[in-house]
Nanobody, 124 residues
Framework: QVQLVESGGELVQAGGSLRLSCAAS????????MGWFRQAPGEEREFVSTISQSGRSTFYADSVKGRFTISRDNAKNTVFLQMNSLKPEDTAVYYCAASGTSLFPLSRAGMDYWGKGTLVTVSS
């Protein structure tokens, strides 16, 4: 089992940057594909980005492509989401998730473990 704790969310102005972190417990972090999702008020939770176990493969939602970068440090059991050129529509609770069953999950259904989320608010 994996426990995930997100951090780094805060209030930022449009055009600014934030770096989210997700710390994972356990000694088998490198065996999980990892992802970031977000949920805006009144909306469904949506896919943002995913990264393979090794970190060599990544994938992004069209809405964040070119602005967000996912990465991981398997030695530190941590996955990151670097968010640049933030827009008010990026405002949401951001969730970290882990998959032990899918090599490259692209949806909520592919995830097995979830963090509690961190709030990102982008002001205009």
């Amino acid at each position: 089992q994996v426990q995930l704790v997100e951090s780094g969310g805060e209030l930022v102005q449009a055009g600014g940057s934030l770096r989210l972190s997700c710390a994972a417990s356990g000694r088998t972090f490198s065996s999980y594909a990892m992802g970031w999702f977000r949920q805006a008020p009144g909306e469904e939770r949506e896919f943002v980005s995913t990264i393979s176990q090794s970190g060599r493969s990544t994938f992004y939602a069209d809405s964040v492509k070119g602005r967000f970068t996912i990465s991981r440090d398997n030695a530190k059991n941590t996955v990151f989401l670097q968010m640049n050129s933030l827009k008010p529509e990026d405002t949401a609770v951001y969730y970290c998730a882990a998959s032990g069953t899918s090599l490259f999950p692209l949806s909520r259904a592919g995830m097995d473990y979830w963090g509690k989320g961190t709030l990102v608010t982008v002001s205009s």
